[in-house]
Every structure is written in C-alpha cells, then in structure tokens.
C-alpha cells in the first residue's frame, strides 16, 4: 500500500499523501502491538490449566 504513495504519476495531493502515509504508518504499529499481545496471551495459556 504504502508504494503507491510513491508513485508521482497517481497525483496524488501532498497532503493527502501525508495524511495516508500517517495512518499506514499507524497501521503498522497497531499490527505489531496485537503480534506481540497474541504472543503474550499464547504463553499465558499454555502457563494455565484452564486453557490445557
């Protein structure tokens, strides 16, 4: 998604541009932070007797 921010021939507006470069960026580090939550929460089930 992000290449096509890239791409001078799209025309897209440089505030537009900016603004959708913001929430990609956004995206990624939302992405990352569930990664590791999931990865947090699988070491505490397989920890809990309850989720065995």
Do not use: K, V, Y
Not at 1 to 25: D, T, V
């Amino acid at each position: 998604m992000s290449w096509a921010l890239a791409e001078p021939e799209l025309n897209i507006p440089l505030l537009i541009r900016e603004s959708m470069r913001l929430l990609i960026e956004e995206i990624r580090l939302l992405e990352l932070r569930i990664s590791r939550l999931e990865g947090e929460l699988t070491a505490m089930a397989r920890q809990s007797p309850a989720c065995t």
